[in-house]
């Protein structure tokens, strides 16, 4: 990665300072009260290291128009609660009071702004490129009454908007502690994986698994590739098998615009890297609402594909544990249904029994992580989803590239 300013470089005790972070985390859809406060503690270290400055915290939940879209007062309870330090929750973003208050904090003062896509400048309002978000009356205001610039913002950096990318000429932009684990332990599988290297794809969204999987084949690191989940079913297809048109169908209506940019870029994989794949030999489908197992000689099937079968895990066993590194991002399966949760926790399992270097590639996987509590039993576990796949397929990150070019302008004044 090009160079980037480092927190190491500077006096924080004393500095204002704007801390960009994502913690949208899910809510119970009844009463709207947090499920899962992981993210919030992700920062902990960053917050740790600006104890002794003024802290303005902007994040967001949701977006507007989704039932999870809320303020982020419950968000600033829990953060104050995990840090064990007093944090005033604001209930705006950057009106005369705002700034006022900013500009009377005192050393260790902690401010929650509210949720930043209230804003118009901050969810509604398109960008061209990144640069556009720098004249806007957030970043304006803002940044007249701040030092510095921290973001930890991972799971937001492929993403545009004022409080993500607009600060880069205004103030030192600096990656926080979460930012760099995430940036070095992801380049890691793109750059300089130890060998043999597996990566596991999965989930539903195809068209991402394969824009990644043909950067690792294109820069020549990758050993092998697992697809499993809803794109594993692609890929039997597109590997000549009759998958049944209820489960075409599916996938074709997840896939949605770019279906057959996804269709060629499979065929591209079978024919041309077949030797790389690995498949699925078998499969679970749902029959009355029960798991039954099913060869690919007895497709098509009318039943929903809901899983990898045995077979296929054993396959994928000695290849997981012979790896020196594992990418893993997406599930095997339907694994909200208890039924069907057999491959992917399978996988998982063989993943914290190896000794290679492991990186779950957020998502739906590092939830799962999480919640069974093996988070430390593996090297790196992203706070990212969707940005996760972007940097891993290799497509500009629009965050990361506003902090390499503020490193470019105040590298010289640390």
């Known amino acids: 990665m090009q160079s980037v300013l480092s927190l190491d470089a500077y006096d924080l005790e004393g500095q204002t300072i704007l801390y960009r972070v994502d913690v949208n985390s899910p809510l119970n859809p009844i009463d709207k009260t947090l499920l899962d406060d992981s993210r919030l ?87 061209e490129n990144w640069q556009n978000t720098e004249e806007s009356e957030i970043v304006t205001k803002l940044s007249s009454v701040a030092d510095l610039y921290v973001t930890d913002a991972f799971a937001a950096a492929h993403r545009k908007s004022p409080t993500l990318t607009g600060f880069a000429t205004k103030l030192p932009c600096i990656p926080g502690n979460l930012m760099m684990s995430e940036i070095s332990n992801l380049k890691t599988a793109i ?98 609402e029960e798991r039954i197992p099913m060869q690919l000689d007895e497709l098509p099937t009318e039943y929903p594909i809901y899983d990898v079968g045995l077979q296929s895990l054993m396959n994928l066993r000695p290849i997981i544990l012979n790896s020196k590194c594992i ?41 799962l992580v999480s919640s069974r509590g093996v988070a430390d039993k593996v090297t790196h576990n992203s706070t990212g989803g969707g940005s996760t796949m972007c940097l891993l397929s290799g497509e500009n990150m629009p965050v990361i590239e506003s902090l390499i070019k503020s490193a470019a302008i105040f590298s010289d004044n640390s």
């Not at 003024?54 to 999870?68: F, T, Y």
């Open 41 to 127: 503690r992700t920062i902990q270290p960053t917050l740790q290291l600006l104890s002794k400055s003024k802290v303005v915290i902007l994040a967001h939940q949701s977006r507007p128009g989704k039932d999870d879209f809320s303020d982020m007062s419950q968000h600033s309870a829990r953060l104050s609660q995990i840090i064990n330090r007093d944090i005033m929750f604001i209930p705006d973003i950057c009106n005369d009071s705002t700034i006022s208050k900013i500009r009377d904090m005192k050393n260790g003062d902690i401010l929650f702004l509210d949720n930043m896509r209230i804003h118009g400048e901050e969810y509604g309002k398109k960008y």
């Open 191 to 288: 750059d300089n994986p130890p060998r043999p290297y597996l990566a596991i794809l999965g989930g539903a969204k195809a068209d991402d698994s394969l824009r990644v999987a043909l950067n690792l084949i294109q820069k020549n690191i990758i050993d092998k590739i697992a697809f499993v989940g809803v794109v594993g079913n692609l890929m039997i297809w597109a590997n000549g098998y009759d998958i049944g048109n209820r489960n075409k169908d599916f996938i074709i209506n997840t896939i949605g615009d770019v279906f057959d940019e996804t269709w060629d870029m499979a065929q591209k994989l079978v024919n041309k890297h077949s030797d790389l794949l690995v498949l699925p030999t078998d499969i679970a489908v749902e029959i009355n």
């Open 327 to 367: 990418l893993w991002n997406g599930p095997a399966s339907f694994f909200e249904k208890p039924g069907f949760a057999f491959g992917t926790i399978e996988i998982l399992n063989m993943c914290i029994e190896t000794e290679a270097l492991t990186i779950i590639g957020g998502g739906h996987t590092s939830a």
